[in-house]
């Protein structure tokens, strides 16, 4: 039930299921796990941005980490544990690798600038929770507004051998896994597995530029699951091929802020969750979006049967 | 122990008290309460962000509710519930006023941009605390990046009857206060309470720009309880020369991030706390700080007396 | 040579092309104007964001303007007026109409926030380059950081009758087109044109919620003419087919930053433009980058062939 | 004419005076010079944030650098070149220096994060503008929103010999100045003079952790030059006490967006220029503002004789 600097595959960031009343839906929990285990993934990431974790309160998150860990049997579950303050993070932290998690996801907050600031936020979040649980560090500037350059990513890995992993979700973002790769070979760091974000909008190339998988949430993740092994398998137009019936639907979920509201329609539609519902505050689909969403499903399924909904 | 839209004098931003192991001090929350209620002050705020309330964990800050509002027996208090989430935020609020807090204090999250937005945050924020909890709008763009426009401020004012006070820390900030009283005289906004950041840095003119007093965590807050007195009594010269007098130090303390690091060690030294430790990550103030705060301190006590320490 | 509320087709964003010296080369920007002319657009605009306008000085970019005004024969020609200062804007305005352009287009500076503020700022530039110059809002969030609601561009429009566009390139901005095209329905709003950015990323359905056509500068300007007329023609699947040949070029190029650089790449490949140098401070192309951009043009020419080159 | 690294006293940034129609005001330009001598400045700054520089065409900036160095008759002018792209950089630093100016200042943009970005950004400027041209860094995180380290600094300063000195503006920013002084104490760093900015808020102890001066645009440039000249000869409470006479004025011109404002409004009553006029957009005082700012006036006066108005 660890993970390792040698994970590949992908790692499907969950959604977390709620009912339309704003509660959380401990069925779709386990149905949803069940989902995930089946697209034949190789983990699982709960309570990420995506995962609507600061919505959730402190016994809640709990009761997710509880609720997907015990289904997930056996399957690595690693838990986003970014929170305001150091005391908050080891909390969940220590209770999730209680309760049987594999390992930890830790974003930068957004107030951080400088490349030692963020270095030294490192060691304190992992003073904080302790160097004995392992990590990911996730890297996502779009977002977050914090720019953590190749030698930082280095630096943070170096200093921490609890670092197992890189959430990589810059954008533009190809060089910045050339670059870290190049690390390795000029032998200035250690391996890590690096699995990458951003909805799968890059997954392709970020594939043959050495990245190990995928960690993000889009609603196919079997379709994931396909293009990471066949580009190890270096069936290059095969995986394309695949990857580019996806890609009008990648990109409409990938869009900032309405991205959970398609991701979680199509959840509901592939029977993953009983409702597309988010806790406040959450995006909604209009009937136009929705309408659109159908017409892509339309589209994919003419090449990828899965998308026959 | 309830605050109203009448609300005037001093409330003090209160710290939080930590052992030098970053534990918290209980005794010295007793004793700072003891301090601040000898100061004059009409009622206190914590867990604001000066109260490093993002680095406690949901106990501990329950610990401190309970701690605080035991020990001021009958004194309004005013806790600080902003988070990133309306769950953890519901949670805190509700359980701090069966504690027998007078009401919360929320500031609008730095993702904010539209005026749509912001009047939307609030009216979410209050549909998850519940309207019968008084409350306070934080306004503190330095920090926060959110820009509240009069207008803006009115429209929450108008929304929601709970609102009750302004904190008003807008800078530069006085137009607005002239702005927000016009309101109160065109008839289109009704009457809540101002009180003034911003460490005290304006407030001579803000008084006079017809503020109601202060709600900042000088570490004289007893200076302050004197300006806003006299103030309302027009005795301008007066309030003006103790503030000028202290002006030097304020300037000091004002300063983001170290800010903290001045109060805190200003506060030992009056004997409120037993130490001037922030939970990490915090601040701390060099050998060359220190003495330049005791050379103000020395300067401040050729006026006033309280300085001499 | 004028450009009016009911412009509708293709108005492609110009590149600026320089040698490898980094000094201006006249010979491509008749070449380039050309290129576009062959590929069907309506009109240009030049001096954009990707334009690289800011790295030339006031001369350099009047002598753009000269250039391809003389060279686009009657095509109308909008020109990027954006500045620190309402004196360089109204000047490279003034100059740019003399010269013979059809009109100007005005972004946001980054500081602005409040709706008050966008509102004030679109009244002080118009007050500039005076009402008698038609003008484009570009909305463009993603780079500029300034969020306009549709209810802020609304109140643009009304208080300006020579507002005749709207450059969309709002993200995720589907929504917004079906709301400003809502206030026309509700009469609330007189009739503009949209057309559409970011790189053509969302031209699809852009066209289907009610946009015009684009403004953008992807590689291909003649798909996006293609595009616009057959949905414009209600040939939807027709649209989409060769959309979504293009998508995963177009996503690579819409990538902030090296996007430029795979543009004029391109050109350059087409013969639109001698060298893909861009000025100081420019991006360039890895090896890598090339490859990838090289094996998606494989790919796309599959189905276009005006992809093989 | 030249300046070096060297370099103390105070570097008055001047402000650009208007006719109340916001053209320039050639006869005020002329008298503000005079003024500023007077007052026992050692040098100007032109053209900076403070002086409107963004508002002015390339005309009228060359004309104000022309009148001010004409009439300064031998003392240094720094002239800011800060703009969004090199080609103008370059085309106001040439013609500044040919004009006579004795050096440039050139402030980040406000894109850059990282630390790489910043030093990249610098190698750039200078080669834009040549070698030879005497630069100052201005470093000021409050309004630009980019944060350099003191060892970014320090690497500026190494790669270039033409940097002869550092506007310092942080806020906080006491630290800062000992972590220099420290690298040139420690051998890593040649020495640099360094102006202290942010209105003149900190002198008195930016002068005692090893500032050279001030490079500000306070009202009373002659305090400012009083402070620096005690300090230097360590008459620290002499220093102190007529800073402190001025601090409440200091404090309130500080403000953001007004200071300017007031600034102008004081610098007309001392008969530096004709008009306290702003070229849009520009803020303007209140009548209680400006109430605010005589009472101000007033009360210095009672220390300081050339505060009688």
């Known amino acids: ?3 390792n600097e040698n994970a590949h595959g992908v790692y499907a960031i969950a959604a977390t299921p709620f009912h ?15 989902f995930y285990l089946r697209c ?3 983990g699982l990431t709960i309570l990420g941005i995506m995962g609507e974790a600061p919505k959730l309160d402190a016994d809640e998150s709990l009761a997710v980490v509880k609720g997907v860990v015990a289904r997930a049997a056996g399957t690595p579950i690693i838990v986003g544990v ?40 490192y060691r304190q979040a992992i003073e904080a929770i302790g160097d004995d649980v392992p990590f990911v560090i996730q890297d996502y500037p779009l977002l977050l507004g914090v720019i953590m350059t190749p030698k930082v990513l280095r630096q943070i890995v170096m200093d921490h051998p609890s670092c197992r992993m890189l959430k990589h979700e810059d954008w533009p973002g190809l060089e910045k896994i050339s670059a870290m790769r190049g690390f390795e070979k000029d032998g200035s760091m250690r391996h890590i597995s690096i699995l990458c974000g951003n909805g799968g909008l890059f997954l392709d190339f970020e594939m043959e530029r050495g990245a190990d998988g995928a960690m993000t949430g889009y609603c196919f993740p079997d379709m994931l699951v396909d293009v990471v092994k066949w580009s190890r398998n ?5 995986a ?8 009008p639907l990648v990109r409409y979920e990938q869009q900032q802020g309405i991205g959970l509201a398609v991701r979680k329609y199509v959840l509901m539609k592939r029977g993953a969750i009983a409702s597309d519902a988010q806790r406040k505050p959450g995006s909604a689909l209009s009937a136009a979006a929705r309408a659109e969403v159908d017409y892509l499903l339309t ?8 998308a026959v909904l």
Chains 1, 2, 3, 4 share one sequence.
Do not use: C, K, N
């Open 240 to 247: 394309h091929d695949l990857f580019d019936a996806h890609l």
């Open 20 to 34: 339309a009343d704003g509660t959380l839906d401990h069925d779709s929990i386990g149905r949803m796990t069940d």
């Open 299 to 306: 589209r994919v399924a003419r090449t990828d049967p899965r």
């Open 40 to 42: 034949g993934v190789t």
């Open 82 to 121: 970014s929170a305001p303050g150091f005391a908050a993070m080891r909390s969940l932290a220590r209770s999730s690798m209680d309760l049987g998690a594999a390992g930890v996801m830790i974003a930068p907050p957004p107030h951080l600038r400088t490349d030692d600031q963020i270095v030294t936020y």
């Open 234 to 238: 270096d069936e290059r137009d095969r």
């Open 1 to 3: 039930m660890s993970f």
